[in-house]
């Protein structure tokens, strides 16, 4: 008896009705043959996702590509270091631009190492749309709280200070 299109196949539940879940040889075929992360729609279409700059939408790569290789259990415990970050693409002088550009946007949370704790361990980064598997708490999605306004305002603020910090800019003007 052959099946008509698009119905369901698999195990029978109780009523003997399939129960949708594949079984056996069907189920390999299905399955996602590597590992994979989801982007949902509403993160994909916000201010904070579409503002990111190429060095940090490089950083957020590489995070998830840390957060795959974990299959999705070490979110909150998540490693870049400056030389991986380097092999990703990102430049050494833009690194940690594009970690106070993501810790903005609200993509990401960090529990900070390295100098600044007076240890030799690395960051560890976790992406506010999955669940924090560290401390078992949800998404936080700080993402959202984000607007194309705010972001506006922290870029100048930024270009302000870059131009107060830069050799470049003596007196206003370039050398």
């Avoid at 299905?30 to 990111?52: D, G, I, Q, Y």
């Avoid at 979110?75 to 270091?81: K, V």
Wanted: proline share 5%.
């Amino acid at each position: 008896m052959s099946r008509p299109p698009g119905s369901r196949f698999g195990k029978p539940d109780h009523t003997g009705r399939s129960s949708g879940k594949l079984i056996g040889r069907l189920k390999k075929l299905k399955a996602p043959k590597t590992p994979f992360a989801w982007l949902h729609r509403e993160l994909v279409t916000s201010a904070a996702w579409r503002a990111r700059s190429i060095h940090t939408a490089r950083f957020i790569d590489a995070l998830l590509v840390d957060h795959m290789n974990h299959a999705g259990t070490e979110n909150g415990n998540l490693m870049a270091t400056y030389d991986q970050m380097v092999a990703w693409g990102i430049g050494r002088r833009f690194v940690n631009d594009a970690i106070a550009e993501a810790l903005f946007l609200g993509l990401t949370r960090v529990d900070p190492g390295g100098r600044w704790v007076n240890t030799n361990q690395p960051s560890r980064y976790c992406l506010t749309w999955f669940y924090n598997d560290r401390d078992d708490t949800p998404a936080t999605d700080d993402w959202k709280k984000v607007t194309k306004e705010a972001i506006k305002k922290w870029r100048k603020g930024r270009r302000r200070r870059a131009k107060k910090t830069d050799p470049r800019f003596t007196h206003g003007a370039l050398r």
